[in-house]
């Protein structure tokens, strides 16, 4: 995964279709809470057109339900693809 991702900072940029960016806030840091550390994800749904897009913030629990169903998919895809 680590290939596709680039990393300024806090925040990454996946390289090619379909874009989206992951921003990692911390405490106190640009956060309108001050109590969790949460991801925001936004997704460019219709390419030009900023307005077409899904965001959508997660916390540490939220985040690990998340990369967990997102890693089981990508084996489910792989193993498909490759049969």
């Given at each position: 995964?680590e290939k596709?991702?680039?990393k300024?900072d806090?925040?990454?940029?996946v390289?090619?279709?379909?874009?989206?960016?992951?921003?990692i806030?911390?405490?106190?840091?640009?956060?309108?809470?001050?109590?969790?550390?949460?991801?925001?994800?936004k997704?460019?749904?219709?390419?030009g057109?900023?307005?077409?897009?899904?965001?959508?913030?997660v916390?540490k629990?939220?985040l690990?339900?998340?990369?967990?169903?997102?890693e089981?998919?990508?084996?489910?895809?792989?193993?498909?693809?490759s049969?």
């Open positions: 995964m596709y991702l680039e300024r806090t925040e990454w940029n390289k090619g279709e379909p874009s989206w960016s992951i921003d806030q911390t405490i106190g840091k640009y956060t309108e809470s001050t109590t969790v550390p949460v991801a925001n994800f997704f460019d749904l219709i390419r057109e900023k307005d077409k897009t899904l965001q959508f913030a916390d629990p939220g690990s339900q998340l990369l967990l169903a997102l089981q998919a990508n084996l489910y895809l792989g193993s498909n693809l049969n």
